[in-house]
């Protein structure tokens, strides 16, 4: 059962220790995050599913880090920001792995898995797991995402939306991801003039359940020009996406909680309230 869906940020910013004086300008965003965890303890949810963009990618195939295994414990995932500077952050959380394997055998007749023996996760992971799984952590999978296109993300996210809701494990889902990097002179891609319009649309779209045809507002996010989104420098469409293939076996409403660009790359915060 699926009981708990969003969209998360996950600039290496956010965490105190690397963000130090920037932190504080995303206050909208970690704001979101506070009311986005107050959802996820209430949601009573079992096992936490994170979709990354980062991490390692395979051409075909959608990676798994599998953890690391001890003989007499359970595999789980390191998380650290090391590679930032910072060497104090740090925690653990354990890996779903028997869940994570089953969906994978059901779902390899249609999409090709890449298991890794990674068990240090990429920060696209990390830094909403700080905000959401780092007290009594949830057991956790994490799909990442793979060279293929969004329409192929939005058919495993139907799939596994069909898996989840099949289930009687209580699945919460977090598409970690970014908007627009280009968003003002000082963004790590430079200025990009039609990166706020994208911003805005793709909002807008997210906003909406159904388009004007009726169909799934997914429908549209699939038809967004693929020359504006490279221009952007987004790393978030793809995991949004899933989402939303996740999301379209489901009742739900849309919750905008937070968007702001305080260092030129959008962050964006969506709640999915979900009616069983």
């Known amino acids: 059962m699926l009981v ?3 969209i998360c940020p996950h600039s290496p910013m956010l965490i105190p220790a690397i963000g130090k004086d920037n932190t504080p300008l995303f206050a909208k965003t970690l704001e979101a995050y506070k009311g986005l965890k107050a959802r996820l303890d209430e949601s009573e949810a079992e096992v936490l599913v994170i979709l990354t963009p980062h991490g390692e990618a395979a051409e075909d195939k959608f990676v798994i880090p599998a953890g690391l295994a001890n003989e007499n414990a359970a595999a789980q995932y ?8 910072d060497l104090a952050t740090k925690f653990e959380v354990p890996a779903q792995t028997v869940l994570a394997n089953h969906w994978r055998e059901n779902l390899k007749k249609d999409f090709k898995f890449k298991i890794t023996q990674t068990e240090t996760l990429d920060y696209g992971a990390g830094v909403p797991l700080f905000y959401l799984n780092k007290e009594r952590p949830l057991p956790t999978v994490v799909i990442g995402q793979a060279d293929l296109d969004r329409v192929a993300h939005w ?8 898996e989840f809701l099949a289930s009687e494990t209580r699945v919460a889902v977090i598409a ?21 319009t994208f911003d805005n649309r793709l909002i807008e779209l997210l906003n909406q359940k159904e388009n004007e045809s009726g169909k799934p507002a997914g429908v549209d996010i699939l038809a967004l020009d693929e020359k504006e989104i490279v221009a952007i420098k987004e790393c978030g469409l793809k995991t949004i996406t899933t989402l939303l293939g996740i999301l379209s076996s489901s009742r739900y409403e849309p919750e905008f909680l937070a968007y702001e660009s305080p260092l030129g790359v959008g962050c964006l915060t969506m709640n999915f309230k979900l009616n069983h």
């Open 4 to 6: 708990f869906a969003a």
């Open 78 to 85: 390191q998380i650290n920001f090391k590679e930032f500077g």
């Open 155 to 162: 058919h495993l996210g139907e799939m596994l939306g069909e």
């Open 176 to 196: 970690s991801g970014e908007l627009s990097h280009c968003l003002n002179e000082n963004a790590p891609g430079g200025y990009v003039p039609s990166a706020k």
